[in-house]
């Protein structure tokens, strides 16, 4: 179980953050709507909410969840791979520290928290156009000195390992794209998202429930036949920027 969310506001330099959609520059008043909206959806799961200050200095902070690997042995800093995201760290850790009692960071490599798929003690890492394989191993190292585990999957077209795969407990995954035909995922329960909601792939389970993103009836009906109650929440100003829900909060 889940008890709190760290997230951040979006600030106005949003319009800057980087983007390869095609789907126009996020309309800021709407974005900060969709954000409390996001937040409130957290709570309604049970979540206790931080909410960080907008930081107009990173136009992408408000993906958070980039930021760190969150485990129930303590939390790891990460080092993002994008050359514009690589302070948004400083912050993060200053909160984190108040939150764990062990907080790691990654001094090699490069690495994104939205490559990383917790399941259980068992960590998946995308080697992907943000994450290599020096910071894929500097993870890996962390997590097996606090007694877990990690293994690498090569992505091929996605941003994210989590932007096409994301693990909903109980043994289920929602998946779509490169990552349905993956032999590391055959043990799993998948559920396939058809290609014209790919989006939607990237939902959250947060105590039973599923946070996923607005418009997609396929996904949705997929992930209540699950056995999950089903919370919608828009997300189109963030999807111009490549970011899913998962990415605008840490979990823990
Ligand atoms: C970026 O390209 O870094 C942001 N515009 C989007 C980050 C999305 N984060 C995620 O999927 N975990």
Redesign the pocket.
């Known amino acids: 179980m889940f008890q709190k969310a760290i997230v951040r506001t979006p600030g106005q330099s949003m319009v800057q ?4 959609a095609e789907l126009g520059i996020p309309d800021y008043d709407l974005a900060l709507e969709q954000h409390r909206s996001y937040v409130y959806a957290l709570e309604a799961c049970g979540l206790n909410v931080t909410i960080l200050p907008a930081d107009e200095h990173y ?2 902070s408000t ?1 958070v ?2 930021t760190a690997i969150v485990t129930r042995h303590g939390a790891i800093i990460t080092r ?3 050359e ?2 690589k302070g948004e760290t400083t912050s993060i850790k200053t909160i984190l520290a108040s939150c764990f009692d062990v907080v790691a960071e990654i001094h090699s490599g490069s690495l ?4 990383v798929m917790m399941v259980g003690d068992h960590f998946f890492v995308g080697l992907s156009d ?1 994450t290599n394989a020096e910071g894929a191993t500097a993870l890996i190292d962390i997590l097996n000195q606090w007694g877990m585990t990690g293994s690498t999957v090569n992505l091929n077209t996605m ?2 390992l ?2 096409g795969i994301v693990y909903l407990e109980r043994n289920h995954v929602l998946a779509t794209g490169e990552f349905l035909a993956k032999p590391e995922f055959v043990p799993f329960s998948v559920l396939p998202v058809d290609e014209d909601e790919a989006y939607a792939a ?1 939902s959250i389970w947060i105590n039973d429930k599923v946070m996923t993103p607005a418009g997609y009836p396929k996904t949705r009906a997929l992930i209540e036949k699950a056995g999950y109650e089903a919370i919608e929440v828009e997300m189109s100003e ?1 999807r111009k ?4 829900l ?2 605008l909060s840490l979990r823990f």
Do not use: M, Q
């Open positions: 953050g980087i983007t390869t136009p992408d993906f969840e980039d993002p791979g994008a514009s995201r994104d928290g939205g490559d943000r941003l994210h989590k932007t990237n963030f920027l490549d970011g899913g998962s990415c």
